[in-house]
């Protein structure tokens, strides 16, 4: 099962735009996690942001979470071509285990 | 950080045979691991987690018997995909993890089931 839903599922932006993709989630959670994957690799970890936090910095990204709403947003700025991939956001599952993945956002930035 | 590896990176197999993946922690040792598999286009999708020397706990919709996870080691799972048929094909993921909040991802394998 999947706990995220992102949007927009694509977005297409030019260089030295922002670009933002939003996440919702289902069920209470301790932490929130984005990741990031270009086509056919593996995941790199982007940020987490717990529960107990509003908005965090990372270079480029900004990460807000809003638990009354169940949502976050994750921000990337002045956006570069090799920023072009897939954005998922992850909670862990019921048992507090395992992550679960969003259906992701595919970015493409164009130069 | 912490480093997961996959073996094979990419593997083409004929229909009907079976087909073993590892994934092993580099530098820690992972209490906890557990497989993905993602189709083209997809999110990933949680097929089971495994505890090192007990069996692994699937997730609904995931034939045990299809897919073999063996947690021999804190430092090795693997993933043997039994009679593949191209429904198969998939790129499948691992992650590693010693303790709750942190999970390593291995870098997948691509499965071509011919």
């Known amino acids: 099962s999947q706990q995220g839903e992102e949007d927009p599922q694509a977005l297409s932006i030019q260089e030295g735009e922002n670009a933002t993709m939003n996440c919702s989630y289902k069920?209470?959670?301790?932490?929130l996690q984005w990741y990031r994957q270009n086509s056919g690799r593996g995941l790199v970890h982007l940020i987490l942001?717990?529960?107990?936090?509003r908005e965090k910095h990372s270079g480029r990204l900004r990460v807000t979470l809003d638990t009354s709403k169940k949502s976050s947003s994750l921000l990337i700025t002045a956006s570069r071509a090799a920023d072009t991939a897939s954005y998922f956001c992850a909670t862990h599952n019921q048992a507090g285990t395992a992550l679960i993945f969003g259906k992701g956002t595919t970015l493409s930035v164009s130069s | 950080g912490a480093v997961v590896s996959q073996h094979p990176s990419w593997v083409i197999c004929k229909s009907g045979t079976s087909v073993k993946i590892e994934c092993r922690s580099l530098d820690f040792q992972a209490t906890t691991m557990f497989w993905y598999r993602q189709f083209p286009k997809q999110s990933l999708m949680l097929m089971a987690t495994s505890n090192e020397g007990s069996k692994a706990t699937y997730e609904q919709g995931v034939e045990k018997d299809k897919f073999l996870i063996n947690h021999a080691s804190l430092t090795l799972s693997t993933l043997t995909v039994t009679s593949a048929h191209p429904e198969d094909s998939s790129f499948y993921i691992c992650?590693?993890?010693?303790?709750?909040?942190?999970?390593?991802f291995g870098p997948g394998t691509r499965l071509t089931v011919l």
């Open positions: 992650s590693a993890s010693d303790r709750v909040d942190e999970q390593f």
């Open positions: 942001i717990r529960s107990n936090e």
């Open positions: 069920t209470s959670i301790n932490n």
